[in-house]
C-alpha cells in the first residue's frame, strides 16, 4: 500500500519568506508526527499530532513554526520569515496508533527546505 | 528524559564479516527503544523494535539487538555484513512524555568488499 508521502521533494527559499511543507499519512493512521533533520544529525521532534489536535508541540523551535491537521489526515507544516538556520530535511512520520502494538512510526521521504 | 548515545560515527566492516553498532541509553524506567535505518535518499526505515517481551529482539534483514538493563546498553548486530547494509543506522528510544521519538546522532556503516 501507499506510503507517508510529502511535498515538495524539495524547496528553495528566501530569508524572510513564508513556506508551507504538506504531509499525507498512511491511510488510517490516526498519529502524525513532524521531525527535523539538521545535515549529519538525527532526526529531532518538532510536533505530534493525535486526530485533529496537537498532542505534544514541545519541539517546536519557536513561534515562526505551526503546524496544522484540520481533518486528521493530511498535515500541513507552515514556517514564517524563514531564516537560513530553518534549512533542513523535514520529515513527517505516522502510525496506527498510541499503543504498544500501533505505535511504529512509518516515515516519509522528507522535504528538503533551502533557505538562502 | 529518555535519551540514547551512539558510541561510534562511523563503523566499517568487510563484505561477510559480523557488524556491531553500539546504542547506550538512559531512561529513568523501562524503556520503548528502536533502530531505524537511512538509505542514501531514501526514508527511514524500522529495522525492530524493543518493547520489554523479549531481551533478544529480530529484526529485517538478519539484524538482531540485545536489551541488557544491567549496561544500559541495546546493542544492533548481524552475524554477515552485506554490501546493501551500507547506510545510516539511528539508536531511537520513546520520549517520556506523549509518543515522539528521540534519536541518537547517528552510525554510518561502510562495507567493503
Known amino acids: 500500500g501507499a506510503g507517508v508521502s510529502q511535498t515538495p521533494s524539495n524547496k528553495v527559499t528566501e530569508k524572510g519568506k513564508y513556506v508551507e511543507l504538506r504531509c499525507d499519512p498512511i491511510s488510517g493512521h490516526t498519529a502524525l508526527y513532524w521531525y527535523r533533520q539538521s545535515l549529519g544529525q538525527g532526526p529531532e521532534f518538532l510536533i505530534y499530532f493525535q486526530g485533529t489536535g496537537a498532542a505534544d508541540d514541545s519541539g517546536l523551535p519557536n513561534d515562526r513554526f505551526f503546524a496544522v491537521r484540520p481533518e486528521g489526515s493530511v498535515s500541513t507544516l507552515k514556517i514564517q520569515r524563514t531564516e537560513r538556520g530553518d534549512s533542513a530535511v523535514y520529515l513527517c512520520?505516522?502510525?496506527?496508533?498510541?499503543?504498544?502494538?500501533?505505535?511504529?512510526?512509518?516515515f516519509g521521504p522528507g522535504t528538503r527546505l533551502t533557505v538562502l | 528524559a529518555q535519551s540514547v548515545t551512539q558510541l561510534d560515527s562511523h563503523v566499517s566492516v568487510s563484505e561477510g564479516t559480523p557488524v556491531l553498532l553500539r546504542c547506550n541509553y538512559s531512561s529513568s524506567y523501562s524503556p520503548s527503544l528502536f533502530w531505524y535505518v537511512q538509505h542514501p535518499n531514501k526514508g527511514l526505515q524500522l529495522l525492530l523494535k524493543?518493547?520489554?517481551?523479549?531481551?533478544l529482539v529480530k529484526g529485517i534483514n538478519g539484524f538482531e539487538a540485545e536489551f541488557k538493563k544491567s549496561e544500559t546498553s541495546f546493542h544492533l548486530t548481524k552475524p554477515s555484513a552485506h554490501m546493501s547494509d551500507a547506510a545510516e543506522y539511528f539508536c531511537?528510544?520513546?520520549?517520556?512524555?506523549?509518543?515522539?521519538?528521540?534519536f541518537g546522532k547517528g552510525t554510518s556503516l561502510l562495507v567493503t568488499p
Open positions: 524493543y518493547t520489554s517481551a523479549a531481551t
Open positions: 531511537v528510544v520513546r520520549k517520556n512524555s506523549g509518543y515522539a521519538l528521540n
Open positions: 512520520a505516522s502510525s496506527l496508533g498510541s499503543g504498544i502494538s500501533t505505535d511504529t512510526q512509518y
